[in-house]
């Protein structure tokens, strides 16, 4: 069965300091990775995924995340982190279900916590 | 085009009671998933519907219900309330059974059992 661990639970840096959040997913099969971010008393957004293709992909804010199949992990990083960018951060892996469906399967979540 | 949204955005209810959460997917989704995610937890999976089926559950007990209508939009059932169902419960829509595409999460309804 899928599963995700994510190796950090709380993460602070400085502003403008780089910052990498850790994520490693067990799978015997293909998979979709994903990012999601979670701000204080909302719902889960989607950041960036990994579908094929290119193992290095970005998002619009500024984040990239790197799929590294030989090391099963899904880093997701930022060069230059803003007081903004304070959220939970969630990596997630699809699992099938039937009939070619999918879910997704959670890590534990990792609290970035930016400094001034 | 419009997201997910959910409703009510929160509920205290008292163990024992019944409560239902709603769900309306986004624009041209035709799957919807239920999550709970406890507090300080990632969120785990209820169950998904597809053309009002349900095409897959998680490790939740029957009194973890739901349906989905013809306009994909969808209701979660919980009978029975225990003090460990107090959580946030997120709904997600996605096109094609979420094959790759990712899931679109609405702001949840947080529930509270006391």
């Known amino acids: 069965a899928q599963s995700v661990t994510q190796l950090d639970s709380q993460v602070p840096v400085f502003e403008e300091a780089p910052v990498e959040l850790r994520c490693n997913y067990s799978s015997s099969v293909s998979v979709y990775l994903f990012w999601y971010v979670q701000y204080p008393n909302q719902g889960l957004q989607l950041l960036l995924k990994y579908l094929s293709g290119s193992t290095l992909v970005e998002s619009i804010n500024g984040f990239e995340a790197e799929f590294n199949k030989s090391q099963t992990s899904f880093h997701l990083r930022k060069p230059s982190v803003h007081i903004s960018d304070t959220a939970e951060y969630f990596c997630a892996v699809s699992a099938a279900l039937i009939q070619g469906a999918q879910k997704l399967v959670f890590g534990q979540g990792t609290r970035l916590t930016i400094n001034p | 085009e419009t997201g997910v949204t959910q409703s009510p955005t929160h509920l205290i209810k008292t163990r024992g009671q019944q409560v239902t959460l709603r769900c309306s997917s986004q624009?041209?989704?035709?799957?919807v998933s239920w999550y709970q995610q406890a507090l300080g937890q990632g969120p785990q999976f209820i169950f998904q519907?597809?053309?009002?089926?349900?095409?897959g559950r998680g490790n939740f007990p029957p009194r973890f219900s739901g349906l989905q209508f013809p306009n994909y939009s969808s209701e979660l059932n919980v009978n029975a309330l225990e003090l460990d169902d107090s959580a946030l419960y997120l709904c997600?829509?996605?096109?094609?059974?979420?094959?790759?595409?990712?899931?679109?999460f609405g702001s949840g309804t947080r529930l509270t059992v006391v």
């Open positions: 624009s041209g989704h035709n799957t």
């Open positions: 997600a829509s996605t096109p094609f059974q979420g094959r790759g595409y990712g899931y679109t």
């Open positions: 519907y597809y053309r009002e089926e349900e095409n």
